[in-house]
């Protein structure tokens, strides 16, 4: 198993051009989730999903769109983008175990992204 | 206002010394708490976690502990290794909500010296 495979690793972007960071998982988990780490910080939700077809926002979601239309997938596009949107961006996928709702989650490696 | 804490943004041990990492939180909500690892470069790894219905996990050289009361949780490493070396996220997720929609502490950067 690949894991979570994040594409590209690193992109710059200039102001107001909008790209798409992709996403999969070949684990066939339900959840599919993406963060962001500024410097010196924590991870921060952007969006959520718990299933094909169902996304909700998370804690920072404005400028970012996203859909999941497979189990695996779980791309996120920028619209436009802004210099406050140079970050690491990291996916993650998780899953619900037969007895327990506790479980980790598993991260992709990340993608650096400058805006300029 | 940040509902996990990570109040320590470095800690420094010696290997073979025990690490102490500590997290506090605010929201009451919060019934699952883990621990995360994250090397340069890389995406934060699964390190171990701990339900709100226990006060302790065990995990070879990781332990848990949790204190409800205090609102607060520490992981501990017992011996220290170099290869600990790394950036320790505590993070928080709450009733009925999956740990894929956590919520993270900023982050403890442990350094352990030969």
């Known amino acids: 198993n690949a894991g979570v495979t994040q594409t590209p690793k690193f992109q710059v972007l200039k102001t107001g051009q909008s790209m798409t960071l992709q996403c999969a998982q070949d684990?066939?988990?339900?959840?599919m989730s993406w963060y962001r780490q500024d410097p010196g910080m924590g991870l921060r939700l952007i969006h959520y999903?718990?299933?094909?077809?169902?996304?909700d926002q998370g804690e920072v979601p404005n400028g970012y769109n996203v859909s999941r239309s497979t189990t695996e997938d779980f791309p996120l596009r920028l619209l436009s983008a802004a210099p406050s949107q140079t970050s690491v961006y990291f996916c993650?996928?998780?899953?619900?175990?037969?007895?327990?709702?506790?479980?980790?989650?598993?991260f992709g490696q990340g993608t650096r992204l400058t805006v300029v | 206002d940040q509902q996990v804490k990570q109040n320590s943004p470095s800690l420094s041990v010696q290997e073979g010394r025990i690490s102490i990492l500590n997290c506090d939180y605010t929201?009451?909500?919060?019934?699952?708490f883990l621990w995360y690892k994250k090397y340069p470069a890389e995406g934060p790894t699964f390190l171990i976690s701990?339900?709100?219905?226990?006060d302790k996990n065990e995990d070879g050289r990781f332990t848990v502990f949790l204190n409800k009361s205090a609102k607060h949780l520490s992981l501990h490493i017992v011996p220290s290794q170099p290869g600990d070396s790394a950036v320790y996220f505590c993070?928080?997720?709450?009733?009925?909500?999956?740990?894929?929609?956590?919520?993270f502490g900023d982050g403890t950067t442990l350094t352990v010296k030969p």
């Open positions: 929201n009451s909500m919060f019934d699952y």
């Open positions: 993070a928080a997720s709450a009733e009925y909500t999956n740990a894929g929609k956590s919520t």
């Open positions: 684990m066939n988990h339900e959840y």
């Open positions: 701990i339900s709100s219905i226990k």
């Open positions: 999903s718990v299933g094909a077809g169902i996304t």
């Open positions: 993650a996928s998780s899953y619900s175990r037969t007895g327990s709702r506790y479980t980790e989650a598993f």
